[in-house]
């Protein structure tokens, strides 16, 4: 298969892993090493941001920001396509909308019957409902 595919997602997503292993099993590269810090990754920055005395904006500008950042970003800028796993929150979105603006292939994995629909999701190259579906798009 040509390229690599980033997974997108949440971090508290339990649905990641399990995907990339089956597309890994269908000859792809995937990456989703970022699933790694676990659950409460950002919870914990937080925490340890805020009872240093920073707000937001400081923290975002630290070190700990900066290289997370960074790591995220080189892997989505050598990655061919993004998949969005949903559900994903606004890190996950502006990820997928950062590779379709590199004019990416970009996907995405509904979890569910949308509770409020959005057209913006247009910008994806396929909606897909099930893996099957994102399998064979990813196949076009």
């Known amino acids: ?5 980033y997974l997108i997602g949440s971090l508290r997503n ?7 292993e089956d597309l890994r099993s269908r000859g792809w ?17 937080q925490r340890y941001e805020e009872a240093r005395g ?20 080189a892997h989505l800028d050598r990655a061919s396509r ?8 606004k890190s996950g979105h502006l990820e997928l909308g950062y ?6 292939p970009g996907y995405i994995l509904l979890d569910k019957e949308p509770e409020r629909y959005d ?3 247009r910008f994806a190259d396929a909606v897909c ?11 076009r």
């Open 82 to 89: 993004g998949v969005l796993v949903l559900p994903a929150g």
């Open 14 to 20: 339990p649905r990641i892993p399990v995907l990339a």
């Open 54 to 73: 920073h707000d937001y904006i400081t923290a975002l500008a630290g070190y700990a920001a900066n290289h997370v950042w960074a790591y995220d970003k």
């Open 129 to 139: 409902e099930t893996d099957d579906e994102l399998f064979k798009a990813l196949e």
């Open 1 to 5: 298969m040509p390229g690599c595919i």
């Open 119 to 121: 057209v913006m999701y």
């Open 29 to 45: 590269e995937v990456f989703d090493d970022w699933h790694a810090a676990g659950p409460e990754a950002d919870d914990h920055w």
């Open 99 to 104: 590779m379709i603006g590199q004019g990416k």
